[in-house]
């Protein structure tokens, strides 16, 4: 493999989720740079993956509602299968790995939200696709549409968006007794981080957003799929009095957000979310979560990468693609010992493993219910500190989950598994091990293990290369290298 | 930044768990039955966390107290619903909520006991941090070792791959240990290994994996710490399957809480050798619609725990098997006494601990006097919540001197002995 592949594969590993195998011959002649400018406009690209839903040639998915009829924006299972769809077909991978990482940074469970809204408007809330339905679109179309913009932008419209409004409590958060849920979150886990504010901030951020509450639309129901939620400024529960914080809300050093009629009230939420964008605190913390998600989990973040991105971070005004395209090009990202440094999230590891076995007649719906095991049910994060992700992924049953999955897997790509083996390499075990591991790719394995693989082969009787052994043994050897070790880094 | 600390820990705790595994110590399950007949004494502890934060007054009710009701005006739950377990030392009279009717049959029974007021100096608000510092026992430096993992490190060597149980996907801070990586086991029929080719090739291909994974990987030490996991994995999965098909004595609950306690039975009575274990249920950070009258958000969660350990305390009790079986409640902090303007409450300070199975029945510690006045002992932050009476370490000491058999100041690295009330 010419040397400068490799840092590309390292991008599309990190930056998406891998590489199919018509992908593969079609990056051939494709530069690192092109291809890290193309990652960062997918506006550049069609995106038109919804529309292949169904049809020939594409992974399947399989209605879990009662209707029998797909339907991923009311009923969650679907939700969860067309997100997956996106992340094996889609064309915008790094929209959608971002998509991810705000689900996790900005962590909304659907199991609070059906308990209060019904199944139906739950759904919607997360994952509604604008104009399929009435109502606003669902929070992972917010990440998709702005997780590449500005962080305060985003930071405002998660603020507003119905799902965050109802998973932590804004939509009932009144004058006369305002709630910290949201108030306290936004600054432990969505900006400043622990430490960088006291409980006396808790309790004037609750203040500053009474009155960000939640309606339904007009003659609605929650059972009515065209019914629907929507965030809107109630004047009359917003608290009027002015709230004092710890640290500086204006640009003047101002840490009081003054006194202001019902009517103007809504300006505090904004002028507090933006001082929140704008903090350096926030952008350390941002930088420290990008570092982990893009570059490396065995090493802590080094001052200078945090610094440096801070400096991108507040000279473009928040802006995210600013960031990740100086993150991308950095010294750091581009030191290929980085390489294989991160623990793949389940989603990750299913969608790459798809997308580089195949998925001929494989429903989505199999790695949606197999990730539950594996610890990551999307839209479920176990709670709004998200999922513990790096090493805390790697249990023995959520390894044992990934083993079957790629059983399971395997089993269902028998004939594209033997035909990845060519000819030329069929008779000999040494040789049917070097083809599959180039097609998957892998972290290097040792000697070792890469024997273990090759006695694998031999275990029932001598090797020959006959297609009854092209079809049992390989789809074997696939799996254990699924399986290994080695596979479950990206 | 607790989250990262966190993961750092992980990473770093990882080294030392890959290096054990990657010596050649694969316990045959013989073996380490063995070493866990010998270390275990047929003793469990069943560690029970409530995730969110739970209101501990609303489970244990301070009904006689005029202020309860004054500073909850919509979700109290009235006086005449309460269950009633008499008063405590202080002379004040609690109850439980109405929908623990099987615990209060529990309390009556000298199966149940009541720790009040349980917590630590100026408790953190946090979920994550809250859940760190009663994970490790170390408020002042909550990112290390968990106070079961230390336990688990302080057995005698070799230790027991399924020592204990992780019944939740993560791994929680108080079973993070240096030694090994508790084994993850929500559900004991998932914990097994399929191949593409059928049962005859799987043999083949476990021991494919196998040697994969005993691979000695030792300058990439998380690829080590996965090799590890997974090595752990095959050494348990023969004794963790014997548990697969268990049903009980009794019919279990479909809750999620009720399958993770009907798994730890089972385990308990196919005597696996397993010595702790961990179960967690969610929901409790009840912000809002927390219900009133004694219905609503709340008291569906003490429906699903009341009926949860009711299940699992009959069946254990069915064979015999309560007697050695300790379940210990807890949750990160309890909640602001004042509701919130949602019908709920906001993250609070000191909270209750129950106890079940091997205990001393009875109600230890004393209720909170909800009054809002100046110079309340038994409140902090101006009022707002309710002071700690007994740390929450004298109840951990006393489960690891008095329960597991440890000296608990090598556990807790302090001496809390006999500060407790003695419920063990």
């Known amino acids: 493999m010419p040397i400068g592949e490799l840092p590309l594969d390292h991008l599309l590993r990190r930056a998406g989720f891998g590489t199919t195998a018509a992908e593969s011959a079609a990056h051939s002649g494709l530069s ?32 879990r509602g009662t209707t029998g009829l797909f339907s991923p924006n009311t009923v969650i299972d679907d939700a969860r299968q067309r997100w997956l769809f996106r992340l094996v077909h889609g064309q915008r991978p790094l929209q959608e790995k971002m998509a991810l990482f705000w689900h996790q940074h900005f962590a909304t469970a659907y199991g609070k939200l059906a308990g209060a809204v019904g199944t139906i408007q739950a759904t919607k809330m997360l994952a509604l ?42 939509r009932s958060n009144t004058r006369t007794r305002p709630q910290e849920n949201f108030g306290r979150e936004v600054m432990e886990l969505f900006t400043l981080g622990r430490g960088n504010y006291r409980e006396q901030d808790v309790y004037a951020a609750a203040r500053v957003f009474t009155g960000w509450n939640l309606r339904l639309s007009a003659g609605g129901n929650n059972q009515d799929p065209d019914s629907y939620y929507e965030f809107f400024y109630n004047a009359g529960q917003h608290e009027l009095t002015s709230k004092t914080f710890t640290f500086a809300v204006y640009a003047d050093g101002g840490h009081t957000i003054p006194a202001r009629s019902a009517a103007d009230g809504y300006q505090d939420g904004l002028d507090f979310l933006a001082a929140l ?20 989990e065995v090493d802590p973040a080094p001052p200078g990468f945090v610094e440096a991105a801070l400096e991108v971070y507040l000279r473009s005004d928040t802006d995210m693609t600013a960031v990740l395209g100086w993150l991308f090009r950095s010294p750091w990202f581009l030191d290929l010992r980085v390489a294989f440094s991160r623990y793949a999230w389940p989603a990750e590891f299913v969608a790459r493993a798809i997308r580089e076995i195949g998925w001929t007649g494989f429903s989505l719906d199999t790695a949606r219910s197999a990730m539950i095991n594996m610890g990551q049910t999307l839209f479920e994060p176990p709670d709004v500190g998200g999922w513990e992700t790096g090493p805390a992924w790697i249990t023995s049953g959520g390894l044992l989950a990934r083993m079957n999955f790629a059983s399971t897997l395997a089993a269902s790509q028998r004939a594209g598994i033997a035909r990845m083996v060519p000819a030329t390499a069929a008779r000999s075990a040494d040789a049917v091990v070097a083809a599959i591991l180039e097609r998957l790719s892998p972290m290097t394995l040792d000697p070792d293990p890469r024997d273990a693989l090759v006695a694998y082969l031999s275990s029932q009787g001598p090797w020959t290369g006959s297609d009854a052994q092209l079809t049992t043994r390989v789809a074997g050897l696939v799996r254990l290298i699924l399986a290994s070790g080695e596979y479950q880094f990206i | 930044m607790g989250r990262i600390t966190r993961r750092r820990f992980i990473r770093d705790g990882s080294v030392a768990v890959a290096v054990a595994h990657a010596t050649p110590r694969f316990l045959s399950d013989a073996a380490s039955a063995q070493v866990s007949a010998q270390s275990g004494g047929g003793r469990n502890l069943v560690v029970l966390y409530l995730q969110g934060g739970n209101d501990a007054l609303s489970t244990v009710i301070p009904y006689t107290d005029a202020a309860y009701y004054a500073r909850r005006p919509n979700i109290a739950v009235p006086a005449t619903q309460v269950l009633q377990v008499g008063a405590d030392t202080a002379g004040r009279a609690v109850g439980l909520h109405p929908r623990l009717t099987g615990l209060r049959a529990l309390f009556t029974d000298g199966r149940m006991a009541i720790i009040q007021r349980a917590g630590y100096a100026d ?98 030490s998380h690829l080590a710490f996965v090799d590890g996991t997974m090595a752990g994995a095959f050494g348990t999965m023969d004794r963790v399957g014997a548990v697969a098909d268990y049903q009980g004595t009794v019919a279990y609950p479909t809750s999620a809480l009720a399958i993770s306690l009907r798994t730890v039975a089972g385990a308990i009575a196919r005597g696996v050798g397993t010595r702790i274990y961990w179960v967690s249920t969610s929901g409790f950070d009840t ?24 299940a699992f305390t009959t069946d254990l009790k069915n064979q015999g098997l309560l007697g050695s079986t300790l379940v210990l409640q807890f949750s990160e902090f309890s909640r602001r006494i004042t509701e919130n303007g949602s019908q709920g409450t906001d993250h609070g300070a000191a909270g209750v601990m129950l106890a079940f199975g091997a205990v001393r029945g009875g109600l230890y510690g004393t209720a909170p006097s909800l009054a809002q006045v100046p110079d309340n002992p038994t409140l902090e932050n101006d009022g707002a919540d309710v002071r700690y009476e007994t740390d929450f370490r004298a109840v951990y000491a006393r489960v690891l001197d008095s329960w597991l058999g440890v000296d608990s100041r090598l556990i807790l690295g302090d001496d809390f002995r006999g500060q407790g009330p003695a419920f063990i």
């Open chain 1, 32 to 63: 690192l740079a092109a291809a890290t400018d193309l990652l960062l406009a997918p506006e550049r690209v069609a995106d038109d993956t919804d529309t292949h839903i169904g049809q020939e040639g594409y992974a399947a998915v399989t209605p």
């Open chain 1, 129 to 170: 696709k604008a104009g399929e339905l009435p109502g606003p679109q669902g929070q992972l179309e917010l990440f998709r549409a702005r997780g590449l913009g500005r962080f305060r932008d985003l930071l405002v419209a998660v603020a507003q968006d119905p799902a965050m409004l109802v998973w932590l409590d804004g």
């Open chain 1, 277 to 296: 964008a704008a903090h350096p605190e926030t952008g350390r913390r941002l930088a420290r979560r990008l570092w982990t998600f893009f570059v490396s």
């Open chain 2, 287 to 310: 912000h809002a619609a927390q219900g009133n009258a004694g219905a609503g958000g709340y008291a569906n969660l003490m429906t699903g725990l009341n009926d949860a350990l009711v």
């Open chain 2, 123 to 220: 408790s953190s608000r946090s979920h994550f941090e809250g859940t760190d510092i009663w994970g490790s026992a170390d408020p002042a430096n909550s990112g290390g070792l968990g106070w079961l993992g230390r336990y688990l490190d302080a057995l005698p060597t070799p230790i027991d791959p399924l020592a204990a149980w992780n019944t939740t996907r993560e791994t929680p801070r108080a079973l993070v240990a240096r030694s090994l990586g508790v084994p993850a086991i929500p559900d004991a029929r998932a914990y097994s290994f399929a191949s593409p080719n059928g049962a005859a090739d799987a043999v083949f291909e476990r021991q494919a994996a196998l040697r994969m994974a005993s691979n000695r990987a030792g300058d990439r």
